[in-house]
């Protein structure tokens, strides 16, 4: 069982930075690749970045490229997502979610899953 804890979550403005964090809870996080999903009110999940399980591969949503940055430090067992220039449509609950080994974009696939923090955006 792995249990994933969010935390950095708040209100910016628009064009402002916040950095997401997720400590995960096993001792084998280093075997379990991250994600960082997202859902607006009234709006289905939807995927933002992942990083694989040693740190070598990213990938990131189109709306996000270029301005969210996914890095993990395995030695504390935490996830971060930088997210720089903000957008009013960034307004969602942001959550991390583990997958053994896979990197995958489909939320379906992810085997454990944090409380989510909110991200506020104001314009």
């Known amino acids: 069982q792995v249990q994933l804890v969010e935390s950095g979550g708040g209100l910016a403005q628009a064009g402002g930075s916040l950095r997401l964090s997720c400590v995960a809870s096993?001792?084998?996080?280093?075997?379990?690749?991250m994600g960082w999903f997202r859902q607006a009110p009234g709006k289905e999940r939807e995927f933002v970045a992942v990083?694989?399980?040693?740190?070598?591969?990213?990938d990131y949503a189109d709306s996000v490229n270029g301005r969210f940055t996914i890095v993990r430090d395995n030695a504390k067992k935490t996830v971060y997502l930088q997210m720089n220039n903000l957008k009013p449509e960034d307004t969602a609950n942001y959550y991390c979610?583990?997958?053994?080994?896979?990197?995958?974009?489909?939320?379906?696939?992810?085997?454990?899953w944090g409380q989510g923090t909110q991200v506020t955006v104001s314009s």
């Open positions: 990083i694989s399980y040693r740190g070598g591969s990213t």
């Open positions: 979610a583990a997958i053994r080994f896979r990197v995958r974009v489909s939320a379906a696939e992810y085997d454990y």
């Open positions: 096993t001792v084998s996080f280093s075997s379990y690749s």
